[in-house]
């Protein structure tokens, strides 16, 4: 199977936070799954990160427009629940 071709075998929702979690948040905000979709739809663009904590600094959207993100968690507990967990 080609790396473009990737699909999640199951999802599941986000039970408590995490810095997985903290990252999954600020992709789904920007409309994608997680960091496999955006590099495929961003042709393998690399995301930047804050060095200090991993978390995600900025992302693309489709319409390619920006969100930036700040250092701290911004997924606040009330937002866990809403966070899709993919496997593959």
């Known amino acids: 199977m ?3 071709d990737v699909k999640p075998k199951s999802i599941s929702r986000a039970k408590k936070w995490s810095e997985e ?3 999954l948040y600020r992709f789904q905000q920007a409309g994608y799954r997680d ?3 955006y590099r495929q739809v961003k042709q393998g663009a690399m995301v930047d990160r804050w060095p200090e904590t991993g978390y995600v ?3 693309q959207r489709r319409d390619n427009t920006f969100y930036y993100y700040d250092k701290q968690r911004e997924c606040e507990d009330k937002e866990v ?3 899709k967990v993919y496997a593959y």
């Open 2 to 4: 080609a790396s473009s």
């Open 21 to 23: 979690i903290e990252n």
């Open 35 to 37: 960091e496999i979709e």
């Open 57 to 59: 600094k900025k992302l």
């Open 81 to 83: 629940h809403k966070v």
